[in-house]
């Protein structure tokens, strides 16, 4: 069973739109959670990195919000660019790094 | 920025053929990591590597996979008899600290193809 969860699979977007990205995940004991962005065919770029001691992170216009105490984790985008079409997976690590299978974003002007 | 690079970017291979895939990290790290991320898949840990030694490796990484830091900045995965399940694109990434909130860095794959 795959320690960590992620909805929705995939999501269509109008360009300057909102969205949010949910993670859930099973992994303990945890160390910290990430999100990552995946541009096809290319490597994944980090966006965030929390500890289970931080709720909210900010980079740009992605936030990234954690829950220690329900294992749940979100990824909100402000005002989508066509930029933003990707895969963003969200990682957990304990000892090692757990992947989500990502959340596709497909933004359309 | 100080970026993992990653070659051959595409590699096509026949099955039974060996293949080495080469990885440059950003110069001031000490950990090394293999990952690979079959098509339409999540990304899967191979094996992490510090101090010329693998310090931790996933059930994915059996007898047909090496890895080795031959010189001071190269570090390489051998796949001694690739098999068709092979196909994948295969990341290396590196990091400065192995615990805590350290990010890790990766690299913009090399998509191994077996036929």
């Known amino acids: 069973k795959n320690q960590v969860e992620q909805s929705p699979q995939s999501l269509i977007i109008l360009e300057g739109k909102n969205c949010t990205l949910q993670?859930?995940?099973?992994?303990?004991?945890?160390?910290?959670l990430r999100w990552y962005k995946q541009d096809t065919g290319r490597g994944p770029v980090s966006l965030t990195i929390?500890?289970?001691?931080?709720n909210t992170k900010s980079n740009g216009r992605y936030t990234a919000t954690l829950d220690a105490d329900t294992k749940q984790s979100s990824l909100h985008i402000t005002a989508s660019q066509l930029s933003d079409s990707a895969s963003y997976i969200c990682?957990?690590?304990?000892?090692?790094?757990?992947f989500g299978k990502g959340n596709q974003v497909v933004v359309i002007p | 920025e100080p970026e993992v690079t990653q070659t051959p970017s595409h590699q096509v291979t026949q099955m039974g053929q060996e293949v080495i895939l080469r990885c440059v990290p950003i110069?001031?790290?000490?950990?090394f990591y293999w990952y690979r991320q079959i098509l339409g898949q999540k990304v899967e840990f191979l094996v992490s590597?510090?101090?010329?030694?693998?310090?931790?490796k996933s059930e994915i990484f059996d007898d047909q996979f090496s890895v080795e830091r031959p010189d001071g900045s190269n570090f390489t995965l051998k796949i001694r008899s690739t098999k068709l399940e092979d196909s994948a694109m295969y990341f290396c990434?590196?990091?400065?600290?192995?615990?805590?909130?350290?990010?890790?860095?990766f690299g913009e794959g090399s998509w191994l193809t077996v036929v």
């Open positions: 990434a590196s990091s400065d600290l192995r615990t805590g909130g350290n990010t890790i860095y």
């Open positions: 993670c859930n995940y099973t992994v303990s004991p945890f160390s910290n």
């Open positions: 929390m500890t289970f001691s931080e």
């Open positions: 990682v957990v690590r304990d000892n090692r790094l757990a």
């Open positions: 110069s001031n790290h000490l950990y």
């Open positions: 590597f510090y101090n010329n030694e693998i310090s931790e």
